[in-house]
């Protein structure tokens, strides 16, 4: 009752209040007068919203970068559908001697491929030695394994078998290489359709694939082994997510507490500073859990991102109220006026920072929707324990101030500098604006999903010396439909596949080619006594189905043909593997093998190319595109806001210029410095929109309070807002700052590069902030006057 009746009066006094700041003075006597029961409320609030956590989970789907109706992820899962569903480990074999084709090794190599079987969830098992040769012995067709019986081979017959596996077009460039130097043994494993059943897993495959190498280096310890494929990919995102966060989030908790430190130089107002980013981290990651977020290696970096931004309201209350201490007032009397004088801007930067968050959600990948929405909570959650559990802590909190100092460099120095100099300044940032915005067209679109990782990192190191050795990673693939049943053993068809596969292998980006026809080719001269000469299709519809029936039938469990013929054998899968390559080039590359079947094929064997790879290619341009969109969204709604908190037309527009500015100039840093715009990097125009925005509306709304309150001129208003907020501003860039390049040290590089460009962008918004806005606001008071 007594607390009811406490804010009933306050309300009257609100009531009777004819301004904003009256209103505001009253809600800071009334935090005040019930400390305690604000700080138990915070607390409440934090453990209720935080015990979501218990329901987030980390994802292992490398699916979850896409939207559900993605043409790239359906044409893919359509494909899964139809032929046998499957991700895949490869296993490196690399001799120390060289020598792949010598008895030792094969040995291990077929201990190796008979282990592999093991492996949870394998259906299929390949390598050289139980590949499934072809020949004839008189009229029996024989297929058997390639190599078997390995110790009683000769030196003649290994030589015999390596120009066998070397001549296999299945096999060069695909599990060997002209050097003979590495192999590889292809293990598909198909996961289970459930969530939750597929993530586990994921996990128990790649434990075991692990314990298999490690098993094998300790038995052939002469043999180096190198472990990638999709399967060991979608284990690589939550391995690093969690690697990120049991390092950087510590780093950055450590970090973050000592620059507090010193820019405070308070104890009780760094503690109740660190209490203020814990629980506002801990209010973002539970309301995840809440909203059912799988965890990915881009949400997992919302706690750093969070922790770094909920530091800034703390800074520009608790700098404010200290300040106001060192003239005299007393502790309460100057928490008041500081929440007075920052009210407003606070509440107006959390809710433009939260606008330009939320405008992932136009992203086309859905992590980013989760780092936006998750973000936008903590930044929300930040903005209301700094406004109810800062100011209870900090009246409880026993706290001493040293006297005022004079410093050789202060804001009042800089800003005499900026309005001695405007006209230079603003006429040196246009021209370097004009310079960096003309480099922006240098930009091209590239992602290279083995490249989200960093060197170090053992999925990226082992899949680069793959790429280096063996083979290549992407892939495309095309189900040639034939327009009917049994179709695929019409001569005309097979001979139109067999076309395309022979033009493929001519193109520079393909290293191997697994198709069909090289089968039917091989079936048709081991029926034919072995003749080179009948290395060909047969020209029969019955030969060829006979053939293959009897090819299938001759098969061993597990190796059949399922991941070539779909069920009514009316197509065929083709896929090509290729060589490393940019995003821009795939694309092409796509779009010629696309143009050849539209112009040399039958319309029922038209098909778009697609694969793992091909739906990476394409994420970075249509995220561009809907960020695009969202950051214009969200540059809108944050004017808007400013329009309608400031009440003024003229400088709620007049605020786009200092928010744009920034981004525009980042980007044209970027194209200097790297010249590729990847996924993450895509991202930033939305993501820092909001960020810099802060400072604007911190000098902004400083610079009005002088003009209106006081009655200054503009000269002396810029001279005010410099003295009021000038330190908070560069106190918060840099700790922004640093917070954004711990990020960058991620080992995955979609974070990383958010890190640095946003870094970038945070330190080039202090500058126009500082230089630029007011020169501004000088020239257009003195064109005004």
């Known amino acids: ?81 139809v032929y046998t569903k499957s991700d895949t480990v490869l296993i490196v074999l690399a001799p120390q001697d060289g020598n792949v084709f010598s008895n030792s090794f094969l040995s291990a190599l077929e201990q190796l491929t008979l282990d592999s079987w093991q492996i949870p969830h394998s259906f299929r098992v390949d390598s050289i030695t139980n590949f499934q040769h072809i020949r004839a012995d008189g009229d029996e067709l024989i297929v058997e394994d390639l190599i078997s019986n390995v110790s009683q081979l000769t030196a003649e017959q290994l030589e015999a078998i390596k120009g066998i596996a070397l001549n296999e077009p299945l096999l060069l460039n695909q599990l060997i290489t002209t050097k003979t130097n590495v192999t590889g043994v292809a293990i598909s494993v198909r996961l289970p359709d459930d969530d939750q059943e597929s993530q586990l897993a994921v996990s128990n495959i790649a434990a075991h694939v692990r314990e298999l190498k490690a098993k094998f280096q300790e038995t052939y310890p002469g043999i180096d082994v190198y472990l990638t494929g999709s399967l060991l990919l979608a284990n690589a995102f939550p391995e690093i997510s969690q690697r990120d966060m049991s390092t950087l989030i510590p780093l950055m908790y450590l970090i973050i507490l000592l620059m507090m430190g010193f820019i405070l130089r308070s104890f009780s107002a760094t503690f109740a500073t660190s209490i203020v980013i814990i629980f506002s981290t801990m209010t973002a990651m539970g309301a995840g859990g809440w909203m059912g977020v799988k965890l990915n290696a881009v949400s997992a970096s919302v706690p750093t991102i969070v922790l770094t931004l909920a530091v800034a309201d703390s ?118 604006v004009v310079l960096l915005t003309a480099m922006i067209p240098r930009l091209t679109l590239n992602d290279n999903f083995i490249e989200y990782f960093d060197k170090g990192f053992a999925f990226r190191d082992d899949s680069d010396f793959t790429l280096e050795n063996l083979t290549g990673i992407y892939t495309i693939e095309f189900s040639l439909g034939s327009g009917e049943p049994s179709g695929i053993n019409d001569p005309a068809y097979m001979k139109k596949v067999d076309e395309f596969s022979t033009w493929l292998r001519e193109q520079p980006e393909v290293l191997n080619v697994n198709v069909l026809s090289d089968t039917i080719k091989r079936l048709n001269k081991s029926m034919n006594a072995d003749d080179p000469s009948f290395y060909k299709l047969p020209e029969q519809r019955e030969l060829t189905a006979q053939y293959l029936l009897l090819y299938e039938m001759s098969l061993p469990l597990g190796l059949d043909l399922n991941n070539q013929i779909n069920v009514d054998k009316s197509a065929t899968r083709v896929i090509a593997t290729l060589d490393n390559l940019p995003t821009a080039r795939l694309q092409e590359m796509k779009s010629r093998f696309e143009t050849w079947l539209r112009q040399n094929a039958p319309s029922s064997m038209f098909v778009e190319g697609t694969s793992m790879a091909m739906m990476f290619t394409y994420i970075t341009r249509t995220n561009a595109r809907g960020l695009i969109k969202g950051t214009a969204i969200s540059l809108f709604f944050i004017t808007l806001t400013l329009i309608v908190t400031l009440r003024s037309v003229k400088f709620g527009l007049l605020s786009i210029i200092p928010n744009v500015i920034p981004i525009v100039l980042a980007y044209g840093v970027w194209s200097l410095v790297n010249g590729e715009v990847g996924i993450a990097t895509a991202t930033i125009g939305t993501i820092t929109l909001g960020i810099v925005v802060d400072d604007t509306v911190h000098f902004l709304s400083k610079y009005l309070r002088a003009r209106q309150e006081q009655g200054l001129q503009t000269e002396d208003a810029i001279r005010y807002a410099f003295s009021f907020v000038g330190s908070a501003m560069l106190a918060t860039t840099v700790i922004l700052t640093i917070g954004f390049g711990i990020l960058s040290q991620s080992l995955f590089k979609m974070n990383s590069q958010m890190g640095i460009l946003t870094m970038i962008t945070i330190i080039i918004a202090l500058i126009i902030d500082f230089l630029f806005f007011p020169a501004i606001l000088i020239k257009l008071s003195a064109k005004k006057e």
Request: aromatic share 12%; net charge positive.
């Open 315 to 432: 800074i520009h209350i608790l700098l404010s109220m200290l300040r106001f201490m060192r003239e005299g007032q007393t502790r309460n009397e100057a928490l008041i006026e500081s929440l007075r004088i920052n009210f407003m801007p606070v509440v107006l930067t959390s809710i433009t920072t939260s606008i330009g968050f939320l405008g992932l959600n136009f992203s086309d990948a859905p992590p980013f929707h989760d780092l936006g929405n998750m973000t936008a909570i903590g930044v929300m959650a930040a903005l209301f324990y700094s406004l109810m559990l800062l100011p209870a802590l900090m009246s409880m909190l026993p706290i001493k101030v040293g006297p005022l100092k004079s410093k050789r460099f202060s804001m009042e120095t800089l800003a005499e500098w900026v309005i001695t100099y405007n006209t230079r300044i603003l006429y040196g940032t246009a021209t370097l």
């Open 1 to 81: 009752m007594i607390f009811l009746d406490s804010f009933l009066r306050m309300e009257d006094k609100m009531d009777d209040s004819n301004s904003k700041d009256g209103k505001i003075t009253a809600y800071a006597h009334w935090v005040i007068r019930w400390r305690f029961l604000v700080l138990f409320i915070s607390i409440a609030i934090a453990l209720a919203v935080a015990s979501g956590g218990k329901n987030l989970s980390f994802s292992t789907d490398y699916r979850v970068f896409f939207s559900k109706t993605n043409p790239f992820l359906e044409a893919y899962e359509n494909m899964q559908k």
